[in-house]
């Protein structure tokens, strides 16, 4: 079973292994210790927490992390977007654990969790890029109704789900 497992203090070192395979490094900074540190960063800076998962598969093995962040729509880095949204910031599945299906359960679990408004106000949209040639990233996301926007971050393609 895909489990979303909050990463603290007791179990921060079960991460830290987790890397994407070579090719794909070029898709983004998948570095779990700098994406804590960002966590942590936006937490000081913006006083309010992100989630951030480690994702175990049965008892508790680490096969993947995610982060996403919520912004308010005055905040928005996205053009002409006046809704709150969450921002799926980084999200990786461990290059010994991939194509086992589990990005698809992960990305359905988050889906179900953003759903319910855990931060307590409502957003609008997910949104999230990924490199205009990371095909796996792009037929994930948009088997879940994500829609290309047509805008460009640092090189990455953007795309939107409305909630
Ligand atoms: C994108 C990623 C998270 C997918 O995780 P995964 O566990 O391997 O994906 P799954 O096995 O659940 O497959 C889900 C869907 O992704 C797509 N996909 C996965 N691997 C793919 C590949 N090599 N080529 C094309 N599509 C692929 C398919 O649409 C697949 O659905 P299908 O099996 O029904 O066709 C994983 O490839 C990864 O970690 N990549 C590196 C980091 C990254 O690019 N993150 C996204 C941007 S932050």
Redesign the pocket.
């Known amino acids: 079973m895909i489990r979303l497992t909050p990463i603290k203090r007791h179990n921060a070192g079960e991460f830290l292994h987790l890397k994407?395979h070579e090719s794909?490094q070029q898709?983004?900074d998948?570095d779990y210790a700098d994406r804590l540190i960002d966590a942590y960063l936006e937490w000081a800076t913006n006083g309010w927490q992100p989630y951030v998962f480690g994702i175990t598969f049965g008892e508790s093995t680490a096969v993947?992390f995610i982060k996403i962040s919520y912004e308010l729509a005055e905040n928005s880095e996205y053009a002409n977007n006046d809704l709150n949204y969450f921002n799926i910031d980084?999200?990786?599945?461990d290059k010994e654990?991939?194509?086992?299906?589990?990005?698809?359960?992960v990305m359905q679990e988050v889906l179900k969790l953003l759903k319910t408004m855990p931060q307590g106000e409502s957003a609008g949209c997910i949104f999230?890029d990924?490199a205009p040639e990371?095909?796996?990233?792009r037929?994930?996301f948009t088997?879940f109704g994500f829609v290309e926007t047509g805008e460009i971050h640092d090189g990455c393609t953007c795309a939107r789900l409305v909630l």
């Open positions: 994407v794909q898709f983004g998948f993947g980084v999200f990786w599945i654990h991939q194509g086992k299906g589990y990005g698809r359960i999230l990924y990371n095909e796996a990233a037929k994930l088997s």
